[in-house]
């Protein structure tokens, strides 16, 4: 089982000193207990996908304890600094552009260009996220396809050993998970309705705000999908060798992999070649998948071969986001 501290001063530090180690503390806020670790650690990011079972690499809530800190990730706008200024601490997210070189890990952000923030009306969770300096990844801290946890008990349940730490603050005020309004286009549209409604979103933002009724855990239709990051260059999967002019996204030892026409993998160049996880470790390859995709995601290259990834633990949603990245390539029948 988790333990389960209360958030003074030791239970702070402790789920501080975890955080800080790359492991995942279960985080009351005002509206749900959220599932949390260091944003800007890839590896610590991929313990949450492990941990929830999530079948695919969904974009994550970065949370943070102020405007400001918020402000160094994203590229805020007229409407964001409204919005913040009217809801925050509070039950609003807001999705917005990521700033050049926003340190959030791209797991996190499930590669897109866009990040979500939010500043939580929590004593304790503010007071975690400051002390730990960094802001935090924190999902609801249900395993994937159950209801939101609010109480710490839900959350020690749920993960067990998963997660180290609970930190137990009773039941959550609003019960529900924060409204998440997009400012990223041309028009306001709220993804999942929350606490905070379109209307009192409007009346702050000085103009009519939409509802997208996507059930972005559950697209119904493809308009109402989440976007997701596509490489432009096509991805080829379980490539056991390479066509010559394609790019090598490895996972584990490449010494014996061949070019067709001659040559071996292991000599390409550089800017060729990208490689998951030497060791065939998942979480690691996990943490690197969308920084790495993006790396041999240009037009010299003719396709991304990518080495099979066994479908085990993050193997599961790592394949998941490979083979969608194949079929809008047209490339998921060819091998
Ligand atoms: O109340 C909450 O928001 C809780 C607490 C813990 O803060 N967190 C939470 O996180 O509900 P999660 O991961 O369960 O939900 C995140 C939502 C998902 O619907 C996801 O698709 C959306 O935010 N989201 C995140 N980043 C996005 C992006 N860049 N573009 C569009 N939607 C995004
Ligand atoms: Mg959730």
Redesign the pocket.
Known sequence: MSRIMVPNMAGIEEAVRILKDGGLVGLP?E????LAANALDGGAVAKIFAAKGRPQF????I?CHNFDQAAELVEMNAGARAAAEAFWPG?L?L?LPRKAGCPVSDLA?AG?S???V?V?KHEAALAVIKAAGVPLA???ANKSGSLSATTPQHVAEAFGDEVELVLAAGACAVGL??T?L?LSGDAPVV??PGAVSAEELSEVLGRAVGYDHGD??APKSPGQT??HYAPAVPVRINAIDLLPGEALLAFGPIKFMGIRGGGAAKDLPEDSLRNLSEAGDLHEAAANLFSMMRALDRPGHKAIAVMNIPETGLGVAINDRLRRAARASGFDRLD
């Open positions: 806020t509206t749900v207990y959220g969904n974009p994550l809530i949370h039950p997210t999705i952000g897109l866009t990040l979500a939010r939580p924190a999902p609801s998970e924060s998440v997009d993804l999942r972005h855990d989440l976007k």
